[in-house]
């Protein structure tokens, strides 16, 4: 014979159940169609595009433009038969990091110009303005050609050395015009690198044929750059001062602008990369720098880099080739 519950005793049992029940029911209610939980994704799949925005017939067409406007194919020269090599997209720093300003200056002996951290498109409306703001009467103004013509100056803008950059010139027969790029530089300066783009300027842009091109010649490494040397040397003296300024492993020892030359003291990434057990068994027991000249040589419209030891010690065409790579990173 079976003993018989107390009353108490049933109750305790019953409610011991209870939360298990509870959190049973719980689970099971996240379990729905296709799974335990809803899949939000099959609903993006039944989604159905809205209509497109139709504006009224009566509005005023003035008012309204692109954003981004896209040139017709018709002003991209010939038609393009075979897919393009697409390049990969620029760093935001130069060379081994460094970052440029917004607005900086170039000098080869008398002649000056600023270096803009913008495309040309965005830099256009601000030469504009500019003039408008001082007042310099302008006479011609020519966005194809980058150029515009006022009473006291000529202001020119064309793509700079590196991609996503433009130059500026304010000059008068020629010459550069100091008090005029003075202010320019100060109007630019104050203005963000975020300024508008639009405008009707085409921006300028190298051929795919014209990129910086490392060759071999023989033994030795050169750099092929397809511009002037005069630009080429206000770039590379402006970087090489901020970057080659590191005792013991790069730095800027002297420069020649009559000969287009730079000395530096440099730490080759072979040197760089010796282990202890290489240096022990080796002459020298420390690692150690060597002093390279950088020549940059006029070649028509081109100018050839070349890294040639000026030191006793051995500079291999792996050491050449390195060097090259980091100094022409300035240009891209």
Same mark, same amino acid.
């Given at each position: 014979m079976s003993p018989v519950l107390k009353?108490?005793?049933?109750?305790?049992?019953?409610?011991?159940?209870?939360?298990?029940?509870?959190?049973?029911?719980?689970?099971?209610?996240?379990?729905?169609?296709?799974?335990?939980?809803?899949?939000?994704?099959?609903?993006?799949?039944?989604?159905?595009?809205?209509?497109?925005?139709?504006?009224?017939e009566t509005r005023n067409t003035q008012r309204y433009r692109d954003v981004m406007p896209v040139p017709q194919a018709a002003t991209q020269g010939t038609r393009i038969e075979s897919a393009a090599d697409i390049a990969p997209p620029?760093?935001?720093?130069?060379?081994?990091?460094l970052e440029p300003d917004y607005v900086e200056r170039r000098q080869v002996g008398n002649q000056s110009w600023l270096v803009i951290a913008a495309e040309t498109g965005a830099v256009w409306p601000q030469l504009e303005a500019f003039a408008r703001s001082r007042q310099l009467g302008v006479q011609q103004?020519?966005?194809?050609?980058?150029?515009?013509?006022?009473?006291?100056?000529?202001?020119?803008?064309?793509?700079?050395? &590196?991609?996503? =950059?433009? $130059?500026? +010139?304010?000059?008068?027969?020629?010459q550069t015009q100091a008090?005029? !790029?003075? *202010?320019?530089?100060?109007?630019?300066?104050?203005?963000?690198?975020?300024?508008?783009?639009?405008?009707s300027w085409t921006a300028q842009r190298l051929a795919s044929q014209q990129t910086l091109q490392i060759r071999q010649q023989d033994d030795e490494w050169q750099v092929v750059i397809p511009q002037p040397v005069d630009r080429v040397w206000a770039e590379l003296?402006?970087?090489?001062?901020?970057?080659?300024?590191?005792?013991?492993?790069?730095?800027?020892?002297?420069?020649?602008?009559?000969?287009?030359?730079?000395?530096?003291?440099?730490?080759?990434?072979?040197?760089?990369?010796?282990?202890?057990?290489?240096?022990?068994?080796?002459?020298?027991? &420390?690692?150690? =720098?060597? $002093?390279? +000249?950088?020549?940059?040589?006029?070649?028509?419209?081109?100018?050839? !880099?070349? *890294?040639?030891?000026?030191?006793?010690?051995?500079?291999s065409a792996d050491d050449q080739r390195e060097l090259l790579e980091r100094v022409s990173g300035y240009l891209r």
């Open positions: 009353k108490p005793v049933l109750e305790k049992r019953v409610l011991k159940w209870i939360p298990l029940a509870l959190a049973t029911a719980v689970a099971l209610a996240g379990c729905a169609r296709d799974g335990y939980y809803h899949d939000r994704n099959l609903d993006y799949t039944e989604a159905a595009p809205a209509p497109p925005l139709v504006l009224p620029q760093s935001l720093t130069v060379g081994s990091g103004s020519n966005a194809n050609q980058g150029v515009i013509e006022t009473s006291q100056a000529t202001l020119r803008l064309q793509s700079a050395l &590196r991609a996503g =950059s433009s $130059e500026v +010139r304010c000059e008068q027969g020629g008090n005029c !790029l003075d *202010a320019l530089e100060q109007y630019l300066g104050a203005r963000s690198a975020s300024a508008s783009a639009s405008s003296n402006h970087y090489l001062a901020l970057d080659f300024s590191v005792e013991g492993q790069r730095d800027l020892l002297d420069t020649s602008a009559e000969n287009y030359e730079f000395l530096v003291e440099y730490m080759t990434e072979s040197e760089r990369g010796r282990n202890p057990l290489q240096i022990v068994f080796s002459p020298d027991v &420390r690692r150690m =720098s060597q $002093e390279i +000249r950088l020549a940059l040589q006029p070649n028509g419209d081109q100018t050839i !880099l070349r *890294a040639i030891n000026a030191s006793e010690r051995r500079l």
